[in-house]
Nanobody, 122 residues
Framework: QVQLVESGGGLVQAGGSLRLSCAAS????????MGWFRQAPGKEREFVSA????????YYADSVKGRFTISRANAKNTVYLQMNSLKPEDAAIYYC???????????????WGQGTQVAVSS
């Protein structure tokens, strides 16, 4: 099993920045990809960003391209999400997820953290 712990959430003014961290642990941790998702009140959970663990290829939702940057620290099994130019619509609970494998080229996110809240004041 894999445990994921997010940190770094908080309150920030519109236009400000935050960096989220996600630490993964487990007896035999391995991951095809790790990603970030978010869920705002009354809305469905949506994809934000992901990074492949082998090559470090990155992927972003159109809504955050140019503002958010995902990165990884392999030795520490940690993934980061640098969020710049934050907007009120970015406010949500942000969840870290790990995909041990893929199915038909789609990452299977089987492990999820408890989430960290990001609030953006306007």
């Amino acid at each position: 099993q894999v445990q994921l712990v997010e940190s770094g959430g908080g309150l920030v003014q519109a236009g400000g920045s935050l960096r989220l961290s996600c630490a993964a642990s487990g007896r035999t941790f391995s991951s095809y990809a790790m990603g970030w998702f978010r869920q705002a009140p009354g809305k469905e959970r949506e994809f934000v960003s992901a990074i492949s663990w082998d090559r470090g290829a990155t992927y972003y939702a159109d809504s955050v391209k140019g503002r958010f940057t995902i990165s990884r620290a392999n030795a520490k099994n940690t993934v980061y999400l640098q969020m710049n130019s934050l907007k009120p619509e970015d406010a949500a609970i942000y969840y870290c997820a790990a995909a041990p494998s893929s199915r038909y080229d789609v990452p299977q996110y089987d492990y999820w953290g408890q989430g960290t809240q990001v609030a953006v004041s306007s």
